[in-house]
């Protein structure tokens, strides 16, 4: 599965809150972009080796911006700090064109969004999209701080702003996230989002089933996940080479095929981004990315190789 690109210029550059940074991209010669839907997100190449994922946070109805929001990170890999240092107004940049992996479902009757700091940015696209159906919708923005927290003013200002909820732990109790009145009583239309922080997110999903919700009706898309290494060893062939190697426990193929001298295109390492997609040409992968769809998973035909093992004592991929 090949990515497209896109040669994209930083229109627009806001700091809101602490450490947030708001980047409207769009064509360098004003034409539109390819279409999104609420959920997307782009891979933005920061440099050789370093491509970061973030959700799309803009109007969907607006063809000629992709927006997105990046909290400054001082703990991650590289990528919050290269875009806030790097990309400022006027700045050429490569992003892929946009996938969905956290979309609307389309005959949902309610849907409940909750956001937790930074991944509420998926959440701004869908209430845009939610609103302009007519859909009825609540998003609940949960934060330590307000004044860490951007897309508070587009908020209140947007037209749909009676159907969102701050929700802040230094503020008064009275306005704290209540989940049990929040995601109510659970029906065949209710929806449920939800994209934050690991803890927040378990507390949410977890909340949700326990007051019914159907597993299927629960939709999250995660920002950071921990990889398992753990399984039996299998053999990986890289085809074109004809080299091959046995995956120990606990390690990944990357890091198997690196120590044969075959080395793969990274950026995220925890199966989140599908950069290291290859394609699988025998043998049966074990899946442990959030990255392919589950049908693209049922497929069998390619694999996340710095996250993914085998279910077949041998893996045979087209690299
Ligand atoms: S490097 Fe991102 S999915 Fe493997």
């Known amino acids: 599965m090949s990515v497209q690109t896109l040669n994209v210029v930083v229109q627009k550059r806001?700091?809101?809150?602490?450490?947030v940074v708001v980047l409207d991209l769009a064509d360098p010669n004003g034409q539109p972009l390819p279409a999104f839907e609420a959920g997307a997100h782009v891979d933005i190449h920061l440099q050789p080796g370093l491509i970061r994922q973030y959700s799309l946070c803009g109007d969907p109805a607006n063809p000629r911006v992709y927006r997105v929001g990046v909290l400054k990170d001082p703990s991650s890999r590289g990528g919050s700090v290269a875009v806030h240092e790097r990309l400022v107004e006027g700045q050429a940049v490569q992003i892929s064109t946009p996938r969905n992996l956290f979309p609307l479902v389309a005959d949902a009757q309610r849907s409940i969004l909750v956001g937790g700091g930074i991944g509420v940015t998926p959440m701004v696209a869908m209430a845009y999209a939610l609103h302009a159906r007519g859909s009825e919708f609540q998003l609940h923005y949960c934060a330590r701080?307000?004044?860490?927290?951007?897309?508070?003013?587009e908020l209140q200002q947007a037209a749909f702003s009676p159907r969102v909820s701050t929700h802040f732990d230094d503020e008064e109790p009275s306005q704290k996230l209540d989940l049990e009145t929040v995601l109510g009583s659970p029906g065949e239309g209710v929806h449920v989002y939800v994209c934050g922080p690991g803890g927040f997110m378990d507390w949410v999903i977890g909340e949700a089933i326990e007051a019914g919700h159907a597993s299927d009706h629960i939709h999250r898309e995660y920002f950071q996940v921990a990889v398992d290494n753990s399984g039996q060893s299998f053999e990986v062939v890289a085809a074109r080479s004809g080299k091959s190697v046995q995956v120990l426990e606990g390690q990944s193929i990357l890091a198997a095929l690196a120590g044969v001298g075959i080395t793969i295109e990274i950026s995220c390492e925890q199966g989140v981004c599908g950069t290291c997609l290859c394609d699988v040409l025998e043998g049966e992968p074990d899946h442990r990315d959030v990255y392919l769809t589950d049908d693209e998973k049922a497929a069998n035909d390619q694999i996340l190789v710095c996250c993914s093992r085998a279910k077949s004592k041998k893996l045979v991929l087209d690299i």
């Open 145 to 153: 701080s307000r004044s860490l927290c951007g897309f508070i003013e």
């Open 14 to 19: 806001q700091e809101q809150g602490e450490g």
